[in-house]
């Protein structure tokens, strides 16, 4: 059903190619950056694709044109620290017309409001630079309101300077608790106010771009979104957890593209002649290619020329760490290979827990998201990267360490294939529907797994929060569903809708490409290893899933069996927040068959939680973490009488000390002293010990989860 809506989206988005140039209107001050043809047909397409195929049929009218500037606003300076309230009054002539805007491709408009914003960043910055040589009265009471999103607009340019004054004396004040010599200070604070400059400076109209279609297709639908070219590479980088490369990662630091790690058996660490903290000084594609000096580049610049398809040469010019900028860089040759990002695909780990003198060992999976290399499963590689194949290696180890049980960590994993969540599924299920998918026609699909092989069959739990969402949340709800496993954490994000990942390079009729490249420059065709397109992703919503049961995970997402306080504020972050989600609904459910049911054991389960939440201290300190956190979130401002903001800083940092070292002996690991380095990989999830306490107590219990119906329980 999906290939048949992505070739509908490319042929109907195709119709509709013609650019409308745009009028630019200079501001002084800034550097006015402008947008070009490319971007004016993207922003067209985009348009077209969102009203044409979009699931919600959001009509692009003055109603949602309002949003989108407010969204857009909010982008700039939601903290309201940049613009005047007279920029602002001067804005409101586009709140109505930034729709029409769209349509036509004329982003003037949109590159106005961005170019006073940066006229007022550097003013503001640089105004602050010219504070820093002044003296300021430390022992005078007065205070710094920093949260300002829910106050007025600021009303004039000395109301602005003062605002602006109170911060350089905060961050002085702050640069000071930690260091006596204020000579050094001031000039550690006028080093990190220019590199702002220099930041600000860098932006490309790209950038500009990114914001204000940001703010559009959010105020559609919050998960319809546009990546540029730059952005799409490194989002198909996350789903496939593969890249194309040299195998490091880069950072800016001091105007240089600097080596920050490096991937064991990449070709930087095959090259033997490249360390971390290296800073590459240029850039050759190809064994005689001209070098490209990248100092002063933007790291995601850098990243596109460094990045390339697997077997092609690049060299790099470098400067050993430690080494004089003056001094002669080497010159290191390198093949690009596929790179397996293994630090950021599913890991294991077993804990072992005591009952009634027995040991019992339980498996725990993290994943952190579900991720597929598409280009090697389109081209038929068995071996393709994905989370199913991943996992179901890590049963199999599982397994011959003869586990009892299992929990799998979806905490903070924000979804990715739906394909992936459905056979992931699979792994712990015979056959039968994962989940329904409801189409922009109203047309459901029931997506079932086929397979009658399980590769896990005792017991299971997972694990999740309110960060887990989408494919998270169609796989927790099918275990749930099917009664296979427990939930244990907390509400989940609310993601109910499917996205499908529109290539815009083939949207776009290839002698147009040819034309706008031809002005513009081009760019190489995205692919999920890294490499950039030139027209760059849209990511647009077209159809709503649900579970078998019938429910939508839409706003409710799924309730776990047993609940555990939620440090992440449920009212700040998850899709009943957003202004422009879709509501929950049900439709019928599927014929499917419950492997099994916790019912009669749940009072059990959670009579035994609860006994032991009443008498731990780790569950004391968490509730104490999250009254904390609501505390400190209602704070909007800030002393800077020296002695009060010390003495704050300093409970605080003893508050936290003790806590910590509370809660350490909580779970059996030594206090710390004062300085005292805390051991690597020391494990003080307290959550993730008590699921795996719950499954010992489930595995240890006579009455194990009922069968249903013939079916026997696996």
Wanted: aromatic share 8%; charged share 25%; proline share 3%.
């Amino acid at each position: 059903m999906f290939k048949k809506v992505y070739l509908l989206l490319v042929l109907g988005a195709a119709l509709a190619c013609k650019a409308s140039p745009s009028k630019p209107v200079k501001v002084a001050g800034s550097n006015d950056l402008q947008p070009d043809e490319q971007q004016s047909l993207v922003c067209k397409q985009v348009a077209s694709l969102i009203s044409n195929y979009n699931y919600k049929k959001v009509p692009l009218n003055d109603s949602v044109s309002a949003i989108i500037y407010d969204r857009y606003i909010k982008s700039l300076d939601e903290n309201h620290s940049y613009f005047l309230a007279s920029d602002i009054k001067d804005f409101e002539k586009y709140k109505t017309v930034l729709d029409d805007d769209i349509k036509a491709g004329n982003l003037a408009d949109a590159f106005y409001i961005f170019n006073v914003f940066q006229k007022r960043y550097i003013e503001h910055i640089k105004y602050s630079i010219e504070q820093i040589s002044k003296n300021f009265d430390f022992n005078k009471t007065e205070t710094f309101v920093y949260d300002r999103d829910k106050l007025p607009w600021i009303a004039t340019q000395s109301d602005m300077d003062a605002m602006w004054t109170k911060r350089v004396k905060y961050d002085l004040l702050n640069l000071k608790l930690a260091n006596a010599d204020m000579a050094k200070n001031k000039e550690t604070l006028k080093k990190r106010y220019e590199n702002l400059l220099t930041q600000s400076n860098k932006l490309s109209n790209q950038d500009v771009f990114q914001y204000f279609m940001d703010a559009f297709t959010e105020a559609i639908d919050p998960h319809t979104n546009y990546f540029n070219p730059s952005n799409a590479a490194n989002f198909n980088i996350e789903m496939s957890r593969q890249v194309e490369g040299i195998g490091a990662s880069l950072l800016v630091e001091n105007e240089y593209v600097t080596i920050k790690t490096i991937v064991p058996g990449g070709p930087a660490d095959k090259s033997h002649q490249i360390s971390v903290d290296d800073r590459i000084v240029a850039v050759a594609q190809g064994k005689t290619g001209e070098f490209q000096n990248v100092v002063g580049w933007r790291v995601d610049n850098a990243i596109a020329i460094i990045r390339g398809t697997k077997g092609t040469t690049v060299r790099l010019e470098i400067l050993p760490a430690g080494a004089n900028a003056s001094s002669k860089p080497k010159v290191v040759e390198m093949v690009r290979e596929k790179i397996i990002l293994k630090d950021q695909s599913a890991k294991k780990e077993i804990r072992t827990y005591n009952s009634n003198g027995k040991t019992v060992k339980i498996g725990v999976i993290s994943i952190p998201a579900f991720y597929i290399d598409f280009n090697d499963y389109k081209a038929g590689n068995p071996n393709y990267k994905s989370t199913t194949h991943d996992v179901k290696a890590i049963l199999d180890s599982l397994k011959k360490e003869n586990v009892d049980g299992l929990v799998i960590d979806l905490r903070e994993n924000g979804g990715g294939s739906l394909m992936e969540a459905i056979e992931l599924t699979g792994l712990f299920i015979k056959t039968g529907p994962v989940v329904q998918v409801r189409d922009t026609k109203d047309q459901v699909e029931i997506d079932k797994d086929e397979d009658a092989d399980i590769t896990y069959s005792g017991p299971m739990a997972v694990l999740v929060d309110r960060f887990s969402a989408s494919a998270s949340e169609i796989f927790s709800g099918a275990i749930q569903d099917y009664g296979r496993g427990l939930i244990l954490g907390t509400q989940t994000y609310g993601k109910g809708s499917v996205q499908s990942a529109i290539d815009l390079d083939r949207v776009i009729g290839s002698s147009l490409r040819d034309k706008i490249a031809g002005v513009v420059g081009g760019a190489k065709k995205t692919t999920s290893t890294g490499s950039q397109s030139t027209y760059g992703q849209l990511n647009l919503t077209i159809a709503k899933f649900y579970r078998i049961s019938g429910n939508s995970t839409q706003h409710k997402g799924v309730t776990p069996d047993i609940s555990f306080p939620s440090v992440i504020p449920l009212d700040k972050y998850g899709e009943d927040t957003e202004p422009s989600a879709m509501p929950f609904d049900v439709i019928a459910k599927t014929d499917y068959t419950k492997t099994g049911d916790f019912t009669g054991v749940l009072p059990q389960l959670k009579k035994l939680h609860d006994q032991r939440m009443t008498g731990s201290d780790s569950y004391k300190y968490l509730l104490e973490d999250i009254a904390d956190f609501k505390k400190h979130d209602a704070d909007d401002s800030v002393s800077l009488k020296e002695s009060d903001l010390k003495k704050q800083r300093d409970d605080d940092e003893t508050k936290t000390f003790e806590r910590n070292n509370l809660r350490r002996v909580a779970l059996g690991l030594p206090a710390l002293k004062k300085g005292q380095t805390k051991p690597k990989n020391e494990d003080l999830d307290f959550v993730k010990r008590e699921a795996g306490q719950i499954m010992t107590d489930y595995i240890s219990l006579d009455n194990k989860y009922t069968s249903v119906g013939s079916q026997p329980v696996n």
